[in-house]
């Protein structure tokens, strides 16, 4: 089983924006890692190997109908096709409380976190820290969560505090989506189920991070 994740920009980017965007509510959304030659492995009986996940990747989900509904499955399907198309593959699942005092695993969470790691040995969860929100460029807003599975059911267990690509330098993303309202541009499969035209891979966000990125590293090489 993995140790802890690892959430690259790109990731933890659409995570913020997709929870910025909607503050009166409650967000989840899908988490992507990268489908290796390793994963038959994993199936075969290496579970107990100690290792991280990385987290490249994420596909905000909704920000009204948030429950086990037809449309989850619907979008699950999509997201499957689209991460296998990039040789990606679900890794788990991320979901922010609507109460700003509210961290935990609740009812609804936890479900839809079970229905997503059903298939996915290393599955993950991660619970957006609400309280974090105002102190981005110091902390990482997240809780992380894997699943222990018995017979019949799946808890979920706290694990480590997940990490940031680039470390503590890498934290400077979180008040640049607040300033420059990033956020404004993330589109949920809620968008995309009112207008087809809304694209849910938020390919335009990615190239921002990119850029930013790009500039973060350019300015550590000086």
């Known amino acids: 089983l993995s140790s802890g994740i690892n959430a690259e920009y790109g990731a933890y980017a659409k995570i913020l924006s997709h929870v910025v965007q909607y503050p009166y509510t409650a967000v989840n959304g899908v988490l992507l890692t990268v489908a290796t030659d390793d994963d038959d492995d994993d199936v075969e009986g290496n579970k ?6 990385d987290i490249v990747d994420a596909v905000p989900l909704f920000h009204y109908n948030i429950s086990l509904t037809p449309m989850l499955t619907v979008a699950l ?16 699942y991320y979901h922010a409380n609507e109460y700003c005092n509210d961290s935990e695993v609740g009812f609804v969470a936890a479900r839809i976190a079970d229905k997503i790691v059903e298939n996915c040995e290393e599955g993950c969860m991660l619970i957006v820290n609400n309280e974090l929100l105002n102190h981005l460029a110091t902390e990482l ?7 222990v599975r018995s017979t019949d059911r799946i808890d979920w267990k706290e694990g480590d505090k997940p990490r940031l690509q680039y470390g503590e330098r890498g934290l400077t ?10 956020y404004r541009s993330v589109v949920d499969m809620d968008n995309h189920y009112d207008n087809v035209r809304c694209n849910w891979d938020n390919a335009a966000l990615d190239e921002t991070v990119k850029l930013f990125s790009e500039s973060l590293l350019s300015a550590a090489e000086e």
Do not use: C, W
Request: aromatic share 8%; proline share 8%; no cysteine.
């Open 48 to 53: 107990d190997e100690d290792r991280r996940v």
């Open 77 to 92: 399907t999509q997201i499957e096709e689209y991460a296998s198309n990039r040789s990606l593959k679900i890794a788990g």
């Open 141 to 147: 807003p997240f809780k992380l969560f894997h699943p």
């Open 173 to 182: 993303l979180g008040p640049e989506i607040m300033k420059s309202q990033l």
